[in-house]
């Protein structure tokens, strides 16, 4: 089948050939093998409007079981329950673990969509791999992902400050306390109604706190990776940005302090460069930097537009902050799947508190990003990025 053999072909772009003890996209799970087993208790539907992200959980999840002897097993559909796992399980010990992150939205047709979930598996596959654990066929996944939402439909909120978020978590459980790949690996998504990320509400500035000690990633690293051991370290930072006032950090790098990212998020400057000219900029993808995939989606809207300079390149923090002393800066704010678009209104850096004007004339642009990636995600403006749950059953692909 075209779509499968053009999946196929991703993979192998993932693939090293270098001799591997873990499996090939060649053995794969299948959606036409998937169990599903019926909750008989269906949990309570919340309200859209007290949701907070990532508390509450729907009625079922998604497992597939690995191994090294019998690859993969049939996937199934399953109740909402506690995992049971060997204390000795490489996830515990070696953080072999990995995750993604999307949605689905409710529009006012009452259709539900995704948006953009391959690119959400082209970026698990390579992060799978840096993780020596064992590929699939991306489209057999999002069949699967896309009947679990299915059955849990009714948890997707009916609500534009709302969605369903969906979280594939990939884990290596062999019970062994030897540094290797796992022989053993459990894929699994579970599914949850969420509102805004941050405590301010949606589409409120955020302060930030440039942070000249502690680093999230380095070149040579993974930080371009979705690997859960990129975040259990950002935590204790975070708390001390937290106790100088600040909401977020502004990750930098490097002697020279390059911006790279922003808590969880991608960042973007709106600026007139040091040619006078009007730039869209973003830190360039080093290896130090995760590959956003609303990131990705902005850049490609700017390019579409074709108003502005738009440039991936590096921008120092002392570069930054000379051009907001100069009135250089328009607007500056953050972009990811939890948030989708940021303003920032702050940044605290060496002791200096540096104002960011992006909401002083109503932060157009980042309104404007905001506004289009909510329209095609609801469904008000058709776009090959948006895949309804049919689409996504069908193994159907757009992009």
Not at 154 to 159: C, F, H, I, M, Y
Not at 240 to 259: R, S, V
Not at 266 to 280: A, K, M, P, T, Y
Not at 324 to 334: A, D, I, S, Y
Request: proline fraction near 6%.
């Amino acid at each position: 089948m075209k779509v499968l053999s053009l999946s196929r072909n991703l993979l192998r772009c993932y693939t090293s050939v270098s001799s591997r003890t873990y499996t090939s996209a060649s053995s794969t799970f299948k959606y036409g093998d998937l169990q599903v087993h019926k909750s008989t208790q269906l949990g309570e539907k919340p309200d859209p409007e007290t949701l907070v992200f990532g508390k509450k959980f729907t009625d079922h999840m998604l497992t597939v079981e690995w191994s090294a002897d019998k690859g993969w097993e049939a996937p199934q559909i399953s109740p909402f329950a506690n995992l049971s796992l060997h204390p000795a399980s490489t996830v515990f010990h070696y953080a072999v673990e990995l995750y993604e992150g999307l949605k689905a939205y409710r529009g006012a047709d009452d259709e539900v969509r995704v948006f953009r979930p391959y690119e959400n598996m082209k970026r698990m596959l390579s992060t799978a791999e840096r993780a020596t654990l064992p590929l699939f066929d991306s489209v057999e996944l999002m069949r699967c992902m896309a009947h679990l939402v299915h059955l849990d439909l009714d948890w997707v909120p009916a609500s534009t400050t709302s969605s369903l978020y969906i979280r594939p978590t990939f884990i290596g459980i062999e019970s062994s306390l030897g540094v290797n790949n796992p022989g053993r690996a459990l894929l699994f998504v579970i599914l949850s109604p969420v509102g805004p990320y941050f405590k301010t509400g949606t589409f409120n500035p955020v302060s930030l706190y440039a942070d000249t000690v502690n680093v999230r990633a380095w070149k040579g690293g993974v930080g371009n990776f979705k690997l859960g051991s990129n975040y259990g370290p950002t935590i204790y930072p975070q708390k001390l940005a937290e106790k100088k006032g600040c909401q977020q950090i502004l990750w930098l790098d490097g002697d020279e302090h390059n911006l790279t990212e922003v808590g969880t998020m991608n960042i973007f400057i709106f600026w007139d460069n040091e040619q006078g000219e009007r730039e869209l900029l973003s830190p360039p993808l080093d290896g130090t930097i995760l590959p956003g995939i609303t990131r990705k989606s902005l850049l490609q809207l700017a390019e579409r537009w074709g108003e502005f300079k738009v440039s991936e390149r590096p921008l120092t923090m002392p570069q930054l902050a000379s051009a907001l002393k100069e009135n250089r800066v328009h607007e500056m704010f953050g972009a990811g799947t939890a948030c989708v678009v940021c303003p920032v209104g702050s940044i605290l850096y060496k002791g200096e508190q540096l104002e960011v004007p992006t909401m002083r004339d109503g932060g157009q642009l980042c309104t404007r990003f905001y506004e289009t990636l909510m329209d095609i995600q609801y469904g008000r403006m058709e776009h090959e990025w948006s895949y309804t749950i049919d689409d996504l059953l069908a193994g159907r692909r757009t992009n």
